[in-house]
């Protein structure tokens, strides 16, 4: 099964506390190519980058307070096409169950997800940004869409 990808993609961008001033710099020198998208951000990071980019940034909760459990509802959802998420994989979290179902989420819906910059760099640079992109989706999780729409 295949679920359409538009033209214009929705970008959700998370930063763990260690990581916003990276992940801020990283959107203002992407600013032009993110401008072109809609743009979706966990509790303070959402804040932070519509002031510094002067976007609209649509805001779920912090993560610890369940935006990365709305993410991933909207990942379910199909609302979601791309993750930006850098993570601070050396420092505790007391949300991290919940970092985890989110990271595990978008392998399970086939929605790219970059945990670092480079990553980053390589999706938002690719062709496939600006164009329609049939993103396949596991034959589990086809017929339990198939299940879902029939029920």
């Known amino acids: 099964m295949l679920t359409a990808m538009p033209t214009r993609k929705h970008i959700v961008l998370i930063a763990h506390d260690h990581r916003k001033a990276d992940l801020v710099e990283w959107a203002r ?3 032009t190519t993110l401008s072109e998208h809609d743009l979706h951000a966990t ?7 519509s002031e510094s980019l002067g976007l609209p940034v ?9 935006g990365d459990q709305q993410v991933g509802a909207a990942i379910a959802e199909n609302r979601i096409d791309l993750v930006i ?3 601070d994989p050396l420092e505790p979290h007391p949300h991290d169950v919940d970092v ?5 989420i978008a392998v399970v819906y086939n929605v790219p997800i970059a945990c670092n910059r480079s990553t980053a760099d390589f999706v938002l640079s690719s062709p496939l940004m600006s164009l ?5 989706l596991a ?3 086809a017929d339990a ?3 879902q729409r029939e029920g």
């Open 132 to 136: 329609p992109y049939n993103r396949a």
């Open 100 to 104: 985890k179902a989110l990271l595990r």
């Open 145 to 147: 869409s198939a299940e």
């Open 139 to 141: 034959d589990a999780m």
């Open 85 to 87: 998420f850098f993570w």
């Open 58 to 66: 649509h805001r779920f909760l912090s993560g610890p307070m369940g």
């Open 43 to 49: 509790g303070t990071t959402g804040t932070v980058l």
């Open 29 to 31: 020198y992407n600013r």
